[in-house]
């Protein structure tokens, strides 16, 4: 009898794929952390000036936080599920010795 190997794909091999999913954690982490932050600088935007398109600073910096958090989380989620997709079964067995 024969011992079966499993074949080696290129994930198995990969011995980047832990620092790249750590990588995709932080920078999902990042993202988060600025939607959450910007917009509580409230008393670093708490002025006048300047003015866009006649509307005070402070409104028109809240307001901006929309899209831009929204597109943050976006990220953010992006960011996650590349770093899940370099966490997969397949990676993690290669590299905790799991072979059979």
């Given at each position: 009898?024969?011992?079966?190997?499993?074949l080696?794909?290129?994930?198995?091999?990969?011995?980047?794929?832990?620092v790249?999913?750590n990588?995709?954690?932080?920078?999902?982490?990042?993202?988060?952390?600025?939607a959450?932050i910007?917009?509580?600088?409230?008393?670093?935007?708490?002025?006048?000036?300047?003015?866009l398109l006649g509307?005070?600073?402070?409104?028109w910096?809240?307001?901006a936080?929309?899209?831009?958090?929204?597109?943050?989380?976006?990220?953010?989620m992006a960011?996650?599920?590349?770093?899940r997709?370099?966490?997969s079964?397949?990676?993690?067995?290669?590299?905790?010795?799991?072979?059979?």
């Open positions: 009898m024969t011992e079966e190997r499993p080696k794909t290129r994930h198995m091999m990969d011995r980047q794929a832990p790249r999913a990588a995709a954690r932080t920078a999902a982490r990042l993202c988060l952390a600025a959450f910007g917009p509580l600088l409230a008393p670093l935007s708490m002025r006048t000036e300047p003015r509307w005070p600073f402070f409104y910096y809240q307001l936080w929309v899209p831009l958090g929204a597109a943050l989380l976006v990220g953010a960011f996650r599920r590349l770093g997709r370099q966490e079964p397949v990676n993690q067995s290669a590299h905790q010795g799991n072979s059979p």
